[in-house]
């Protein structure tokens, strides 16, 4: 066989093997393989072994010096794209303010609302790329990106577009989602702001295949099921796949509207009951779970150890955004989710790699394996658990996109 690049020095190769979703204690099953090698070939794996049973040709190897190989991992929820900020907001957090009260009074995703519809389209570009940079260091080597700050369709869908000119700009692979985050202040105004989003934003957004999902944020402040169902419905008539934010504070059904309609995830899951776990673990629907929220607003952890025990398939994502998890690090999402949801390493990497490339309806991402795309994390560590471990510094040493290492 004869390769263009092999990986040599591998301390230990850790990953999930084989497609599909991982529920419950099936979490744990990792495939580790110790001095191991990987040899690619058009960014592309073509050999995974003992390097010692490495009988082909390479053009060129790298050595990676006694390190621990891991997936490129997959972030599968971020709003990574806004402008201005919530410090204001922070502020007034701290000093005792609630999230969902500065919601109500205007503030929090409104306020974010109005400065993106302020930002041009290169604005907001040179604004969201050191975000997804800091990411990507970080060990994300695929992205899910939310639009929701642009609330009306022109706005949104400029949102989009530099999702669109983001992805073909930075060697992360960015998936789009439209998130239709938030109603009208005026109630009045509500049917009416559903039926140009399921007559005008939806379509547009389907026809240009701007967008590969479409969320909803279900929640007392945002919408309500009945009307989240119809947007819902609507993206699905398109071909557009769902997802909700649900049970972030409350419960209103939003959880049990998506496991009707079959969506790729539910995410957040804060307030998730015990009565649910088995719901959830009962359907393909993803459990995302996204520790940041939890740190960043001091409300309880989603029940991630339950939630496995249960028999679900848990993702984790850093939720990347102003007001509710300015966290950009994928890999300190997963280091937050052993320590506030209760995974263990191993579920942690699981959670955020093959699971996290369920939530997004990718079967090809999250793995090592002959055939697939050669991205992958080279850590600083020997010993892979370093990932989850660490706190505070960058685990990850060197990212490799398509057998490509990015410059450090
Ligand atoms: N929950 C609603 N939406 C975002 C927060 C957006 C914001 O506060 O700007 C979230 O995922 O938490
Ligand atoms: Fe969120
Ligand atoms: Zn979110």
Redesign the pocket.
């Known amino acids: 066989m004869t390769a263009d690049l092999l990986i040599t020095g591998i301390s230990q190769l850790v990953t999930a093997k084989g497609s599909g979703a991982r529920h419950g204690l099936a979490m744990r099953d990792l495939h580790m393989m110790e001095r191991a090698a990987i040899a690619i070939c058009n960014g592309r794996i073509v050999w995974i072994g003992k390097e010692r049973d490495w009988n082909g040709e390479a053009l060129a190897s790298v050595d990676v010096g006694n390190r621990a190989v891991v997936p490129g991992l997959i972030d599968p929820h971020t ?1 990574a794209v806004w402008a201005g900020d ?1 410090l204001d907001d922070f502020d007034a957090r701290t000093s005792g303010e609630t999230y969902e009260a500065i919601l109500a009074a205007g503030g ?2 409104r306020r ?1 609302i109005r400065a993106t519809a302020a930002a041009t389209k290169d604005e907001l570009v040179s604004i969201a790329e050191p975000r997804i940079h800091a990411l990507l260091r970080s060990g994300a080597t695929t992205i899910e990106v939310k639009s929701g700050y642009g609330f009306t369709p022109a706005v949104e869908i400029a949102m989009l577009e530099v999702i669109q000119a983001l992805d073909a700009s930075i060697p992360a692979r960015l998936l789009p989602t439209l998130l239709i ?1 938030i109603p009208p202040v005026d109630t009045a105004d509500r049917i009416g702001y559903i039926a140009e989003m399921c007559t005008e934003l939806i379509p547009e957004v389907a026809r240009r295949k701007l967008a590969t999902a479409v969320d909803v ?1 279900v ?1 007392r402040e945002a919408w309500h099921v009945d009307e989240a169902a119809l947007l819902l419905q609507s993206a699905k008539q398109h071909g557009l796949a769902v997802k909700l ?1 649900t049970e ?1 504070f409350q419960r209103i059904g939003g959880l049990e509207l998506g496991l009707r309609i079959g969506a790729l995830s539910v995410d ?1 899951l804060e307030a998730c009951g015990p009565d649910q776990l088995a719901m959830l673990a009962a359907s393909s629907t993803i459990a995302t779970i ?1 520790p940041g ?1 939890s740190l960043h607003l001091g409300i309880p952890a989603a029940p991630g150890r339950q939630l496995v025990d249960a028999g679900a398939a848990v993702a984790v994502g850093t ?1 990347l ?5 300015p966290l950009f690090s994928a890999a300190t999402a997963l280091a937050l989710a052993a320590r506030l949801n209760g995974l263990t390493a191993q579920e942690a990497l699981v959670a955020g790699t093959v699971n996290a490339a369920c939530a997004l309806g990718l079967e090809d991402a999250g793995r090592l394996e002959m055939g697939l795309q050669a991205d992958f994390l080279v850590l600083e560590g020997s010993d892979w658990r370093e990932l989850v471990y660490t706190l505070g510094t960058n685990p990850v040493r060197e990212v490799w996109i398509r057998g490509e290492r990015l410059p450090a």
């Open positions: 709003h919530r929090g995703i974010t985050h944020f929640e934010h972030q957040h996204l929220v939720d955004n102003p007001g509710s998890s």
